[in-house]
DNA sequence: AGATAGTGTGTGAAAATTACACCATTAAAT
DNA sequence: ATTTAATGGTGTAATTTTCACACACTATCT
């Protein structure tokens, strides 16, 4: 009965493109790598899965491992698994993604050596990436894009409090186009998980702006089950 | 510089979630496992990946292997990486999906002995499933009824040529919920890729209906880009 | 006091969605 | 020949959603 598995010889990898939203530019997380091959390039953090944990737990140690970066809601959004995506031998990979507010005080300081430093690039004009990685970048954008149609992911990218002009910004980033501002305030707004709060923005050498919070509880007793679907 | 890699000494498999659509039910490709662990237990069409192969070649051949099936497109949806999903040791499971219509000339015939037998089963009323089969369908299940919603897919379910009515029955029994007729044909003939032909239902004890195609080329032209997003 | 920069707001036209019911056609049964 | 059972096929009005569009207000800086 105890029949023992075959063995595979090859390797189980996670690679993460993690998003941010900082001076009105989305970013990714790249990292400078330290060990061949690609010594040198630059990359999406990403690294090999231990024989003990899943593969969420992975992501988020080697996310954690090469960025500093922690607790960060990823998920899976495509595995790459062609046979000669890595130079030295087969590899298999899933990707994660995850938006995150981009925030100074973090650091990002890798704990392994295996990466020299960690930091945020502007998506437009990425450079060349390690391996398949620039093909990788490309499918989780393109997923987040379709995913903010219908679900809230924008505001993991935003401070707690935002602005709605803010918002706008963000969804003109992603979606790559401009939007209407009233129309997309009159929106925003009649979906009803947005709070207005009594506070303004502060600093700022014009009239400043209302500050809105998103609101789970709202958003999960309005959205229960799904959005769209028509009779 | 030659450095090898690390080897996993895990297993990585691929599952396929199979649909079909018959007699107006939805339906999906089950087997029945003639091997150790959960010998007899009916399962999702599923195998290990070669070392030479990509997954998407895998995921071909296995099915092949265990249904007899060919040429299908099948799409990955998910990986399952938990660590303890398979009582043998560590499993990393890519799991594919495909739509297909049934065809009674097509025998389900499994070309290893792995498989006792293969067959159709209405996806209501699913047995308990193999491993973590079950929590592997709803998960494919789910996205399809997503997907349902930009893409195409109905119609991989349908003979060639097909009534209305048909389309509207299959989308009722993806979606889980009545439509309104008059609604449903608007709708579907507005897009204006589906193309009526000059023949009509036969074998019917009632009044026959008309015949249509789904058009791809006009699909393609229509939706060159993508089907949703507002300004 | 004036320049600057971004905030905040409403309406009307067009398009899409929804609700809703009856006659037409065919084959089989009588 | 007539009836029955089953499904095919069609239109309209009310409502909701989407879209296009422009200007006055406020805070700060000089």
Same mark, same amino acid.
């Given at each position: ?143 987040? !894009? !379709? ?34 501002? !009233? ?33 789970? !509880? ?14």
């Amino acid at each position: 009965m105890e029949v023992k598995l075959p063995t595979f010889d090859s390797v189980f990898s996670i690679d993460c493109v993690i998003f941010g939203f900082e001076a009105g530019e989305l970013k990714i997380l790249l990292i400078e790598r330290n060990e061949e091959p690609f010594k040198d390039w630059l990359a999406l953090p990403g690294y090999i899965v231990e024989q003990d944990e899943s593969i969420d737990d992975a992501a988020e140690r080697i996310l954690y491992e090469l960025t500093g970066l922690r607790d960060l809601h990823m998920q899976q959004f495509h595995t790459f698994g062609e046979v000669n995506r890595h130079p030295q031998g087969r590899v298999i990979t899933v990707a994660y993604y995850a938006l995150i507010r981009i925030n100074g005080q973090k650091e990002l300081r890798p704990v392994t050596q295996f990466a020299r430093k960690a930091f945020w690039h502007p998506v437009n004009e990425l450079p060349k990436l390690a391996f398949d990685h620039s093909e990788i970048f490309n499918t989780g954008f393109s997923k987040i !894009r !379709r995913r903010l149609n219908y679900q809230p992911i924008a505001f993991e990218l935003l401070p707690e409090k935002f602005t709605l002009t803010q918002l706008q910004s963000l969804y003109e980033a992603i979606l790559n186009k401009k939007l209407d501002k !009233r129309n997309f305030r009159k929106k925003m707004l009649s979906f009803g998980f947005l709070k207005e709060l009594d506070e303004k923005q502060k600093g700022v050498s014009y009239r400043a702006a209302k500050l809105y919070k998103f609101d789970k !509880r709202k958003y999960a007793k309005i959205f229960h089950n799904d959005m769209s679907i028509e009779k």
